[in-house]
């Protein structure tokens, strides 16, 4: 599968932004996929999840972002989307999107856990 990350920006501190990834090559209702982020100097960090529409399609969140970020898909045009409100200065990173061949029962946090990635999207948000 393939996977196509848009919809980064400069944003300032409060502002929304969405978020796009969009597969190709494979029906992504089909995975389990998740959001990462990487701002300079630290290492990827896990965003959220949104289980494969055959387990429910359940959505997961990483504290730091639980209550402000949302993960959604949109089946028609077979891609996913964060959408990121009330955004602060430490949510400045490059965002990826990425899809699980393997689903595992219980929280897919590790980057280990995944196998195809979108090529990352810019964030910045000036406080």
């Known amino acids: 599968v393939q996977l196509q990350a848009s919809g980064g920006g400069l944003v300032q501190a409060g502002d929304s932004l969405r978020l796009s990834c969009a597969a190709s090559?494979?029906?992504?209702?089909?995975?389990?996929m998740s959001w990462f982020r990487q701002a300079p100097g630290k290492e990827r960090e896990w965003v959220g999840m949104?289980?494969?529409?055959?387990?429910?399609?359940?959505?997961f969140y990483a504290e730091s972002v639980k209550g402000r970020f949302t993960i959604s898909r949109d089946n028609t045009k077979n891609a996913v989307y964060l959408q990121m409100n009330s955004l602060k200065f430490e949510d400045t990173a490059v965002y990826y999107c990425?899809?699980?061949?393997?689903?595992?029962?219980?929280?897919?946090?590790?980057?280990?856990?995944?196998?195809?990635w979108g090529q990352g999207t810019q964030v910045t948000v000036s406080s």
């Open positions: 990425a899809v699980a061949e393997r689903h595992q029962v219980g929280l897919m946090t590790r980057a280990d856990d995944f196998d195809y």
């Open positions: 090559g494979r029906t992504l209702s089909r995975y389990t």
């Open positions: 949104m289980r494969r529409a055959g387990s429910g399609g359940a959505t």
